[in-house]
T-cell receptor
Framework: KAGVTQTPRYLIKTRGQQVTLSCSPISGHRSVSWYQQTPGQGLQFLFEYFSETQRNKGNFPGRFSGRQFSNSRSEMNVSTLELGDSALYLC??????????????FGSGTQLSVL | QKEVEQDPGPLSVPEGAIVSLNCTYSNSAFQYFMWYRQYSRKGPELLMYTYSSGNKEDGRFTAQVDKSSKYISLFIRDSQPSDSATYLCAPPYVGNLIFGKGTKLSVKP
């Protein structure tokens, strides 16, 4: 079974630009979550989608948005990039994400550098 | 104060040593406690999880929870160079994981 696939693996953008990151979950998984990882803040929750609906959202500005398609694939978008948005963006999938002990499977992430 | 705190390390030990990785938390509502392992340039992977106080063993790994003191530990016996990674504790809460910043472990051959 293929794991969680994130594309692209690396991305370099300049301030003010926008970026779209893609995530393909494990086949059969319907929940997709996004996390931002930085050396200073660690892993922080961005949002979670289930059946094309955002169910849960972290404490990030509106410049961060996402969506999920009917095949459970997900994209996240960051508009008007700032230097502080440089981070590893991780996508995780799970079956339903409706139990606290449900296992999340992470992709290898997209490393975004904002210059 | 962050909800989950971990000593960032780095922690360097010789092969075969017993490793103790620790985590403290502030939210009494946390029920489960996950330990994730993250290798360099990879996403985290679930190592094990525990519920309630007490110990849980899985091979060379033992997870321990003390809810009265809000203290979580992960012990690694007979540590191997392949255990070199960052270890993150992450209690789930309201549909997402609250991650500590992780402890970087290096096991020297």
């Amino acid at each position: 079974k293929a794991g969680v696939t994130q594309t692209p693996r690396y991305l370099i953008k300049t301030r003010g630009q926008q970026v779209t990151l893609s995530c393909s979950p494990i086949s059969g998984h319907r929940s997709v979550s996004w996390y931002q990882q930085t050396p200073g803040q660690g892993l922080q929750f961005l949002f979670e989608y289930f059946s094309e609906t955002q169910r849960n959202k972290g404490n990030f500005p509106g410049r961060f948005s996402g969506r999920q398609f009917s095949n459970s694939r997900s994209e996240m978008n960051v508009s008007t990039l700032e230097l502080g948005d440089s981070a590893l963006y991780l996508c995780a999938s799970s079956l339903y994400m409706d139990r606290d002990n449900e296992k999340l499977f992470f992709g290898s992430g997209t490393q975004l550098s904002v210059l | 104060q962050k909800e989950v705190e971990q000593d960032p390390g780095p922690l360097s030990v010789p092969e075969g040593a017993i490793v103790s990785l620790n985590c403290t938390y502030s939210n009494s509502a946390f029920q489960y406690f996950m330990w994730y392992r993250q290798y360099s340039r990879k996403g985290p992977e679930l190592l094990m999880y525990t519920y309630s106080s007490g110990n849980k063993e899985d091979g060379r790994f033992t997870a321990q929870v003390d809810k009265s003191s809000k203290y979580i530990s992960l012990f690694i016996r007979d540590s191997q160079p392949s255990d070199s990674a960052t270890y993150l504790c992450a209690p789930p809460y309201v549909g997402n994981l609250i991650f500590g910043k992780g402890t970087k472990l290096s096991v020297k051959p």
